[in-house]
């Protein structure tokens, strides 16, 4: 019986963001195109049947359990068994920036669910599972399913894409962005027209836009000023609503050139983007 494994929490971006309309319930309407990176945080569960708790050994500062995407993951898969299962031990290696509209969070929780089904022997499916974490984040689900896709609705209604898996600089600007206070502004765009999803992903998604941007911009001059920065050497874009923007590149090469001469204060990552989740790869190899 394997007692602790190590696994992948991927970033993803949203490689276009569009607001199609607002809903009676006050959420937005989207269409936006998920595409995995190389490159996120890293989970390690280690099984405790002497201690039957959940434990995360490395928790957030200020976060507090019941609030943690990993913790309520984890109990959350826990309540779907009948049977008494063994504690965890759950140590989290942290190289996203939180805020960044990377996905963190949301892909911390798809870890932990795939994870734990795995080591507590659940046999849960993806679509049961994908379930459950829609209750924990619209963009929990497209991690669980790990495909690159394009998401409607609230993100959480996915058709798998296919998009060119080209590398990317992504950068974070010191700031940190108050997702709320985005989808609050009157002048945030929110009746872009549906696009037909066959085009969206066989065509270029550098023709289209994230609908945040621009008010994004507005209030957040260090976004701004990023953007005008490595728009200099192509295509720059806003991830989600979070301060993280990105280009793409063809080339590895290319793209950490561009990474030796970026702005002094400005942290960041160069990174492949992958349209199979390297969490399902991993998943593959251990079964």
């Known amino acids: 019986m394997t007692t602790s494994i190590t696994l992948p929490s991927p970033a993803k971006l949203n490689l276009f963001l569009h607001i199609t309309g607002k809903r009676p319930d006050g959420y937005h309407e989207l269409q936006t195109l998920f595409q995995f990176l190389d490159y996120g945080d890293e989970l390690t569960f280690t099984l405790t049947p002497e201690q039957p708790e959940i434990r995360l050994e490395n928790p957030i500062a200020g976060v507090p359990d019941d609030q943690n995407l990993i913790i309520r993951a984890a109990r959350a898969l826990a309540s779907r068994s009948s049977n008494a299962l063994p504690g965890v031990r759950i140590n989290l290696n942290k190289r996203l920036p939180m805020g960044g509209g990377l996905g963190g969070g949301s892909s911390n929780a798809a870890t932990t669910l795939l994870g734990l089904n795995h080591l507590w022997n659940l046999n849960l499916s993806e679509d049961e599972l994908a ?37 990317f600089l992504v950068l974070k600007p010191n700031c ?112």
């Open 131 to 167: 379930d459950i974490g829609l209750t924990l984040g619209a963009d929990v689900p497209v991690f669980v399913r790990g495909k690159a896709a394009i998401g409607e609705g609230v993100g959480e209604v996915l058709t798998p894409a296919n998009p060119p898996q080209d590398w």
């Open 176 to 287: 940190d962005i108050n997702t709320g206070k985005i989808f609050s502004e009157k002048r945030l765009t929110r009746d872009t027209p549906k696009l037909k999803i066959r085009p969206a992903f066989e065509g270029d998604a550098s023709r289209y836009r994230n609908d945040c941007e621009d008010v994004v911009r507005e209030l957040y001059p260090e976004v701004d000023r990023s953007l005008e920065w490595l728009a200099q050497f192509g295509p720059a874009r806003l991830t989600g609503t979070g301060a993280c923007i990105f280009g793409r590149f063809p080339t590895e090469s290319a793209a950490r050139i561009i990474w030796e001469s970026k702005p002094s204060g400005i942290k960041g990552f160069v990174a492949k983007g992958v349209n199979i989740s390297p969490l399902h790869t991993k998943l593959t190899e251990l079964r």
